[in-house]
């Protein structure tokens, strides 16, 4: 005889926005909105580029596979069932010497059965969310004489801070000298970083 034909339904509800480097989560309800029973229900969630899959809170066998592609498997629903499930997941940051840009992802979920269901309109779902980078607050201020005699080496100094709250990532300082000024060398001191790397191009030091 024929299979019993269901309405198997999926919503997926997530934030408008998230920091990178901050975790958040997505919410998953599937629900049966039959009498008919369901078998072998299958959500497949394939994270987009930006995200890491840290964990699953809810009544499913779930994996993550190939592609950051999130299967869960909730065997059998009943007539009428609701399973919510939570996904938590991190938005990366990326390399730390690549400039940080604010960017929009869409994660779309889809839920399958081995039952027929006719209504495949709701067999997906999906969330836009946009993705926002840390914010710094980068200063600089520049001392030096107020005269300066011809052969003789003068020092300036810069001094660059970050009031946060964010770490900056891919500071670049350009300072142009003078063309009546002949780059020597730098030293430095520095507190809560990695240090800073000097070169001369066209008279102006980077």
Known sequence: CEK?????????????????????????????????ETSSVVITDTLPKGLSFLGVEGEATCNIGAKNSLVCDISDMAGYALVSLKVNVHADLGPADKKCSDKTIKNTVKVKSSTKDPFSNNNSSFVTTKLLCPRADI??????????????????????????????????????????FTFVGTTSDFIGTTGARCSLVKNEVR
């Open 4 to 36: 019993a034909k269901v309405d198997l339904a999926i919503r997926k509800t997530g934030p408008a926005s998230a920091k990178m480097g901050e975790d958040f989560f997505y919410t998953l309800d599937v629900k049966n909105n039959s009498v008919q």
């Open 139 to 180: 200063r600089i201020t520049k001392t030096g004489p107020i005269s300066v005699t011809r052969g003789v080496p003068a020092t300036y100094i810069l001094d660059i801070e970050n009031r946060g709250p964010a770490d900056a990532r891919a500071v670049v300082i350009k300072d142009k000298l003078p063309k009546e």
